[in-house]
């Protein structure tokens, strides 16, 4: 399900990507992270960078994945300890648990058991029993992930961390420093609903960025104008399973166990590029990923509460089940409502009327 509309999605941007010029440019589409992904880029080594990117996405997948028995992050859930040398990784997870901090565990890495539980790492979906969940709850927490010398990383047993509501954000903040290595001044990333998008089109208007209809996978609530930044959506529909006429879906409440019941349909964070000079730390691509994911569990009070905090550099546009979407006002010019959409459309300032 999730890899039909990730590339309906892509075809999306890529009808948007014909209209760019002339200018000359590299493209690649690849399956990485189990999801669909595209980037194409123009200026400087633009081919060079596109195959870069690439092979940068299929290496930290290697690293990252759950789901393959040799990765870092399996042999760490297998009860091994993550050197301190695997500074990326360490960093990663180290952001994940700042994340988690700033949202009162709705973001949680530990979700691992509850994630398999559900059958969502292998894809054999089935609702498991209160009992089971009731054995996995204690192992979920950040307090489980122990620091030890030079800040090794080793996990409480029964504890298991699973990097997927976060991986596709850190892998596009790799992408911006690699396009900017190889000189590339106008780029689009698309890592399956994870957007990064390098300075404007070569014909030198903003990118445009569609924000999916959470109930018509063919449909968009509004389209956003981008330079230089990131656009990160998580949604109940991305991946889903139906039993007895109810859905359950891939995005879980640490706190219950179950799929996250929040009234909101789709959470899109938007942030400006992490410039330059930052190099290959998780940044702002990272944070959008997290907070998705958390604000999506967290619902919209909570969302717009940590907004309005400041807290954070980020932009909103959440919809919720019935029937509004809610833009915040750093968007204001750059949201395009959809019209005919059938949603009422309301903008969030920092101060609550
Ligand atoms: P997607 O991977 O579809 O783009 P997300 O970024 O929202 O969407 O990540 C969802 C994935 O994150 C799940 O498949 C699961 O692996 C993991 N996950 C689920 N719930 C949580 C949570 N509350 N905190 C952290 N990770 C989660
Ligand atoms: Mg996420």
Known sequence: ?????????????????????????????????????????????????????????????????????????????????????????????????????????????????????????????????????????????SSHILFGEERAITLDAGTKIDLGGIAKGYASDLCEQILFKHGVTSAMVYLGGNIYVRGSKPDGTAWRVGVQNPKNAAGFVGVLSLTDGYAITSGGYQRYFEENGKRYHHILDPATGYPAESGLTSVTVVTPANGDEHGDRPGHGTMCDAFSTALFVMGEEKAVELWRSGAYDFQLVLVTENGRVLVTDGLADKFEQEDGSGYAYETISRNPA
């Open 1 to 141: 399900m999730r890899r039909l509309l990730a590339a309906v999605l892509c075809a999306a941007m890529i009808m948007g990507l014909s209209a760019c010029g002339q200018e000359d440019g590299a493209s690649a589409e690849f399956y990485a992270m189990d999801t669909n992904m595209s980037v194409t880029a123009y200026g400087g080594d633009a081919q060079n960078a596109v195959d870069a990117v690439q092979d940068a996405l299929y290496s930290l997948d290697l690293h990252l994945s759950r789901t393959r028995m040799d990765s870092a992050i399996s042999r760490l859930n297998a009860g091994a300890s993550l050197p301190a040398e695997n500074t990326d990784i360490s960093q990663l997870i180290t952001t994940a648990i700042e994340y988690s901090d700033a949202t009162d565990g709705a973001f949680d890495i530990t979700v691992a058991p509850l994630v398999s539980a559900w059958g969502f790492t292998t894809d054999h979906y089935q609702i498991p029993t209160q009992k089971e969940l009731d054995g996995l709850l204690p192992h979920v927490g």
